[in-house]
T-cell receptor
Framework: AQKVTQAQTEISVVEKEDVTLDCVYE???????LFWYKQPPSGELVFLIR??????QNEISGRYSWNFQKSTSSFNFTITASQVVDSAVYFC??????????????FGPGTSLSVIP | DSGVTQTPKHLITATGQRVTLRCSPR?????VYWYQQSLDQGLQFLIQ???????AKGNILERFSAQQFPDLHSELNLSSLELGDSALYFC??????????FGSGTRLTVV
């Protein structure tokens, strides 16, 4: 079975603090993709990053960084020097690719991040 | 602008009614996915269409149906609406293996 767990329901940090959002996934497939999406208060879902299961290189994009560890089935997301605009709900998601095009993305429950000025 | 267009943005309707939500995928994307986001259920996958054919089904109620037309736009039909159907309905499009691109969603309120 496929599952995505985001154990942190809500996090509050003070502006300029670093914050890490945890994501743990379960799948028996060897080929899969992991994603992070941001949902600001306006409601839209914004794609942040995609990683495939064969690429464990960590990635940094500005203040954002991602740590992918297959050994622990985790794909954590760190925001450095957080800003008020980072306040949003963040979703981790898993997509497996079967032998056909029958696939779907499973989302975690989301972590609500509040950055306090 | 994500390239995925959803209409309408907001919809208020009464219980028992039927509504149709529309989605136009990003240019070049053959797949359309529908998701429901409610407060207590999170983001739930409903159904996927690929080039006009249904490809995967999730937690979609029998009162709900969808289709994808030859021009690749998709419609999600919700009938016999109940209060619990109030939610944000997202459409997404994407290529195989890539991240979805989501539309801005349709907020449905059933009163």
């Amino acid at each position: 079975a496929q599952k995505v767990t985001q154990a942190q329901t809500e996090i509050s940090v003070v502006e300029k603090e670093d914050v890490t959002l945890d994501c743990v996934y379960e799948t028996r497939d060897t080929t899969y993709y992991l994603f992070w999406y941001k949902q600001p208060p306006s409601g839209e879902l914004v794609f942040l990053i995609r990683r495939n299961s064969f690429d464990e290189q960590n990635e940094i994009s500005g203040r954002y960084s991602w740590n992918f560890q297959k050994s622990t089935s985790s794909f954590n997301f760190t925001i450095t020097a957080s800003q008020v605009v980072d306040s949003a709900v963040y979703f981790c998601a898993l997509r497996t690719l079967g032998k056909t095009s029958y696939d779907k993305v499973i989302f975690g429950p989301g972590t609500s991040l509040s950055v306090i000025p | 602008d994500s390239g995925v267009t959803q209409t309408p943005k907001h919809l208020i309707t009464a219980t028992g009614q039927r509504v149709t939500l529309r989605c136009s995928p990003r240019s070049g994307d053959l797949s359309v996915y529908w998701y429901q986001q409610s407060l207590d259920q999170g983001l739930q996958f409903l159904i996927q269409y690929y080039n006009g054919e249904e490809r995967a089904k999730g937690n979609i109620l029998e009162r709900f149906s969808a289709q994808q037309f030859p021009d690749l736009h998709s419609e999600l039909n919700l009938s016999s609406l109940e209060l619990g159907d109030s939610a944000l309905y997202f459409c997404a499009s994407g290529g195989r293996g890539y991240g979805y691109t989501f539309g801005s969603g349709t907020r449905l309120t059933v009163v």
